[in-house]
């Protein structure tokens, strides 16, 4: 028997709001019934693993410990993109061989989108 990774989970204010946020930016549909304490993407299998946002009451405080590497043959194009949805553009970094953009989600998680 094997493990598998089956969602990446959020922890946010609106869960429909933040839900909306990802499934513009990776033109994926919200899963149905969506509301402002749960929601969910890509649960039916339109990617992997699917994004889950659940609301709580206290988010921990600091930086996220895990986030979302992105990458796109058009990532600046991509990145432009992701700041119209209401994404904040933190920092734009070249180490290693590698070029990509850190950004903030609406409700401040951390995620990269990458020359890919």
Not at 40 to 46: E, R, V, Y
Request: with cysteine; proline share 5%; net charge negative.
């Amino acid at each position: 028997m094997t493990i598998t990774m089956a969602a990446v989970t959020f922890d946010c204010s609106d869960a429909a709001a933040l839900a909306d946020f990802w499934s513009a930016l990776m033109e994926v549909p919200v899963d149905p019934e969506a509301t402002v304490d749960y929601a969910s993407i890509g649960m039916g299998g339109s990617i992997s693993p699917a994004l889950v946002f659940m609301k709580v009451p206290d988010r921990t405080p600091g930086k996220n410990a895990v986030h979302l590497d992105l990458a796109s043959s058009t990532w600046t194009a991509q990145v432009d993109r992701a700041v119209d949805l209401g994404a904040k553009r933190l920092g734009e970094f070249d180490e290693a061989g590698f070029q990509w953009v850190t950004l903030a989600d609406p409700e401040g998680n951390l995620f990269d989108i990458a020359k890919g």
